[in-house]
């Protein structure tokens, strides 16, 4: 593989790339360092996000590095590192479900108290359960909500009805998107264009 300044070189192979099945659907996001060898490998094209065209490993390489673009460099060569490769084969999109993860579901959520509305962080939001587990109520997606500690004391060991408490949204289980994993600050910009929910936290 090209070399470069070794502590940027990991830095740069290690962010991540959004992997597209060959319908142009994101199924996966995986490393740049795994995505070229896929590219290498000719099980994937890499696709250039200003206007879509796809390129083989070697056409890549031909490619001039846009200025101030992250890349790749050697003394021989200047590689721009992908942020989106298509997959050549692979046609069908996985069919996961979104594990019920307290850590997820304070995704699903987005930090934000499902009674009043106010955003908190983690300390102050605990997981409540809509109908109370001593009436029956289960640990689902369906049954659990964030609430903030006002509202989860306000609620108690009540339902919505006897605590005249409602819900922002019923909750549910979330989509799985290939995000799931990632925290907001590790998405590039340019995957929005293959993606039609845009939503930033709540996308699992
Ligand atoms: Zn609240």
Same mark, same amino acid.
């Given at each position: 593989?090209?070399?470069?300044?070794?502590?940027?070189?990991?830095?740069?192979?290690?962010?991540? /790339?959004?992997?597209?099945?060959?319908?142009?659907?994101?199924?996966?996001?995986?490393?740049?360092?795994?995505?070229?060898?896929?590219?290498?490998?000719?099980?994937?094209?890499?696709?250039? /996000?200003?206007?879509?065209?796809?390129?083989?490993?070697?056409?890549?390489?031909? @490619?001039?590095?846009? +200025?101030?673009?992250?890349?790749?460099?050697?003394?021989?060569?200047?590689?721009?590192?992908?942020?989106?490769?298509?997959?050549?084969?692979?046609?069908?999109?996985?069919? +996961?479900?979104?594990?019920?993860?307290?850590?997820?579901?304070?995704?699903?959520?987005?930090? /934000?108290? @499902?009674?009043?509305?106010?955003?908190?962080?983690?300390?102050?939001?605990?997981?409540? +359960?809509?109908?109370?587990?001593?009436?029956?109520?289960?640990?689902?997606?369906?049954?659990?909500?964030?609430?903030?500690?006002?509202?989860?004391?306000?609620?108690?060991?009540? /339902?919505?009805?006897?605590?005249?408490?409602?819900?922002?949204?019923?909750?549910?289980?979330?989509?799985?998107?290939?995000?799931?994993?990632?925290?907001?600050? @590790?998405?590039?910009?340019?995957?929005?264009?293959?993606?039609?929910?845009?939503?930033?936290?709540?996308?699992?």
């Amino acid at each position: 593989m090209v070399a470069c300044d070794p502590p940027r070189r990991a830095e740069l192979l290690d962010r991540a /790339t959004l992997v597209l099945n060959r319908s142009w659907r994101p199924v996966h996001v995986t490393t740049v360092r795994r995505a070229l060898c896929m590219v290498f490998r000719e099980a994937a094209r890499i696709v250039a /996000t200003d206007t879509l065209s796809t390129f083989t490993f070697e056409e890549w390489l031909e @490619q001039p590095v846009p +200025h101030g673009a992250p890349a790749i460099r050697s003394p021989s060569l200047r590689l721009q590192v992908p942020e989106v490769v298509l997959l050549t084969q692979y046609d069908r999109v996985p069919c +996961h479900e979104a594990p019920f993860t307290r850590r997820n579901l304070f995704l699903r959520d987005d930090y /934000t108290c @499902q009674y009043c509305g106010r955003r908190c962080t983690t300390d102050h939001l605990s997981v409540d +359960h809509v109908l109370p587990r001593s009436r029956g109520g289960g640990t689902s997606w369906e049954n659990c909500v964030l609430a903030c500690v006002g509202c989860n004391a306000r609620k108690a060991d009540r /339902t919505l009805k006897e605590a005249g408490l409602r819900l922002l949204r019923p909750p549910t289980r979330p989509r799985w998107t290939p995000y799931l994993t990632l925290r907001p600050s @590790q998405r590039m910009e340019s995957w929005s264009k293959f993606t039609t929910d845009r939503r930033r936290s709540a996308n699992m």
